[in-house]
């Protein structure tokens, strides 16, 4: 899932006109990160994102 995400955003960031760091084709690595908040309070999250 994570993959066809990076994959889309890539394909409209190349159709905005935006070019790609270094001249790659891709816009990011094929890595990711994932992580969970457990069952934290989402204004915490909202919080912790915003700052």
């Known amino acids: 899932m994570v993959n066809a995400l990076k994959g889309v955003s890539s394909r409209r960031y190349g159709q905005a006109g935006y070019p ?4 790659n084709d891709a816009l990011g690595s094929p890595s ?5 908040i457990g069952e934290g ?7 912790y994102i915003q700052n």
């Open 20 to 23: 790609k760091a270094y001249g």
């Open 32 to 36: 990711y990160f994932v992580a969970s």
């Open 41 to 47: 309070p989402l204004e915490v999250l909202k919080q």
